[in-house]
């Protein structure tokens, strides 16, 4: 029993030796581990260093951009005001010289009136005075003659010496007029004399007016090259601008109007002006009436398009964003406005003027037709319905009698399972998909539009690309969205179903709205789940995708409030930053 518990000792200790190694081996492997550990730690932290360097330095660069924007703003603004002060001194010296001219010219026509009416003053009165002394001279002879009869021999010798005096007394009054001729003479001289210093006066006069004009025209000429090297300043800084908005990844807004339509605007005026071609003015009066009491809202968006832009140039501002889905980009463009504002015709378009839907699609054609080859492309296509806040499959038969359900993988991407998703190889392949999803949307009449738009409707456009050549296969989604009508209920005197249409198209819109508003503050909760609509579009929305917002104004005076809406919505989703867009590119090795 002793020998056995001795080698049940020896056994015991063989084992402790044994456990100390392996303790002393687990020992070294943590020590490896943590060393391994800290070793990816110090590389962490070298990794943010950088990363925190490098947001340094786009701060500091954007800063300096937005420093050379603002001295650049600063020098125009002051270099105007100059010119302006120096023109309105011509003009004030120009009015001032026109006012001695005109002067000048009176006093010579006053003086001219009055040597003519001091010449006929004398002539009259020469005239007057020869006559009474004509007339003197025949009562004076008539008396003679009598005195002759009376007493001609005792009065011959004194009607001799009448007549002598009175001949006299005419010699001294023909004497007396000459004199006031000469003198009447003088003055007219003198007279005409001071019209001729007044004629090289006004000669003068006007030569330093010229002088003066072809100065003011060089100001002018010089006014208006610094007006196009201002414009020319400004468009630089507006192309920088937009690349700074570019960087920093605001959503683009687009604004357009539409023409005036007899049908709907009844006779109404034309409201909106354009100061720029990336500014609008809208003019709202008391009760509709132009009077003193006219409030100006002005906007500026990244475009405006008039009444007289057409769909093609309007398609060239977003072309480049439509092409980009091809390189991997998410794209959405969503059109926005009252009812009756146009927002169907910019994105459905007509026959003979087709809209943005059918112009990306036949944009997207010749894109894979030119870069067939090296690549492989697939395009598809599903259209979506929003409909009092259910969703439906506009390209289903039975598009009204199923409500889909829209999920968020574990991935952040949105998806609609149930969703019918149809290849598209054709022009004719995209027409007759886009026309059986107009077919099935829910329309309805309003007082704004008897063929008002009931319903939120969106076009995904899928694009697969596989190139061979580099083995990557990118994979991109262009949202296409024609919202319904944003106007007020007051507005739109529904009633009954059309109600209940207009109360969850303002639900879906003031949610749409909220969040906005809650990424233009960049706050960590976004509720996109308060509505489909912006559930559906969560992943664009709040995602790395580039989005493109094309707000419609009606330009009837009667919509201004309307409009003023609108377009105060607009500018506060220019302000959202989603971050820089990234392409969806996958490694086929």
Avoid at 129 to 143: D, G, H, K, P, T
Wanted: proline residues 2%; aromatic residues 4%.
């Amino acid at each position: 029993e002793r020998d056995r518990a001795v080698r049940g000792a020896a056994e015991l200790e063989g084992r402790v030796e044994i456990l100390n190694v392996c303790h002393q081996e687990l020992n070294l492997g943590r020590a490896t581990e943590l060393q391994v550990c800290m070793q990816q730690q110090q590389s962490q932290v070298v990794l943010e260093q950088r990363l925190l360097s490098c947001q340094r330095e786009r701060a500091e660069m954007v800063e300096h951009i937005t420093e050379m924007a603002d001295t650049h703003t600063a020098a125009m603004a002051a270099l105007r005001a100059e010119m302006e002060h120096k023109l309105e001194q011509a003009s004030h010296t120009q009015h001032t010289l026109q006012a001695e001219v005109d002067r000048l010219t009176e006093q010579c026509q006053r003086l001219s009136s009055d040597y003519e009416q001091q010449r006929l003053a004398l002539q009259e009165k020469f005239s007057q005075e020869r006559e009474n002394v004509l007339a003197n001279l025949m009562q004076q002879r008539e008396l003679d003659l009598q005195a002759e009869r009376q007493e001609r021999a005792r009065d011959c010798e004194l009607l001799a010496q009448e007549k002598t005096a009175a001949i006299q007394q005419h010699q001294e009054m023909v004497a007396l007029t000459q004199r006031e001729l000469s003198v009447a003479k003088e003055q007219s001289e003198r007279q005409s004399a001071l019209v001729q210093t007044l004629q090289q006066t006004i000669s003068t006069t006007e030569h330093s007016l010229i002088e003066k004009n072809s100065r003011i025209k060089q100001m002018e000429d010089e006014y208006s090259e610094t007006l196009l090297k201002y414009k020319q300043e400004m468009g630089q800084r507006k192309k920088i601008f937009n690349l700074l908005q570019m960087l920093r990844g605001n959503i683009r807004v687009l604004c357009r109007v539409r023409p005036l339509v007899a049908k709907c605007d009844r006779n109404d005026t034309f409201n909106p002006t354009f100061p720029d071609t990336n500014e609008i003015q809208l003019h709202e009066t008391k009760d509709g009436v132009t009077s003193k009491y006219t409030k100006q809202h002005h906007f500026e968006f990244d475009k405006v398009f008039t009444h007289q832009d057409t769909q093609d140039e309007l398609f060239q501002e977003v072309q480049p964003l439509v092409t980009s889905i091809m390189d991997g980009f998410n794209v959405v463009i969503f059109a926005y406005g009252q009812t009756g504002s146009g927002k169907t015709f910019t994105m459905d378009g007509t026959e003979q003027a087709p809209g943005i839907n059918l112009r990306t699609l036949e944009t997207l054609f010749q894109t894979a037709a030119s870069r067939k080859g090296a690549w492989t492309i697939q395009i598809s296509v599903s259209v979506l319905e929003i409909y009092n806040e259910a969703v439906f499959d506009l390209l289903a038969a039975d598009s009204r009698d199923k409500k889909l359900e829209v999920r968020l993988t574990r991935q952040n991407l949105v998806v609609v399972p149930d969703a019918k998703i149809v290849p598209v190889h054709s022009h004719e392949d995209v027409l007759k998909v886009l026309e059986q999803g107009k077919s099935n949307r829910a329309c309805g009449a309003t007082d704004a539009n008897l063929h008002s738009s009931r319903s939120h409707c969106i076009v995904t456009v899928y694009v697969e690309g596989e190139n061979t050549i580099a083995k990557e296969k990118t994979v991109g989604k262009l949202h296409l969205v024609d919202l319904a009508g944003s106007e007020k209920l007051s507005k739109s005197g529904t009633a009954g179903e059309r109600l209940a249409e207009s109360v969850a198209i303002n639900k879906s819109l003031s949610a749409l709205g909220d969040v906005i508003q809650s990424l233009a503050k960049k706050e960590k909760h976004v509720p996109f789940r308060n509505s489909q609509l912006t559930f559906l579009l969560q992943d664009s929305l709040g995602g790395d995708s580039k989005v493109v917002m094309v707000v419609n104004v009606s330009p009837s005076s009667n919509s201004v409030v309307e409009s003023i809406n609108s377009l105060n919505f607009a500018s506060r989703v220019r302000k959202v930053e989603l971050g820089k867009p990234k392409k969806h590119v996958v490694r086929l090795d």
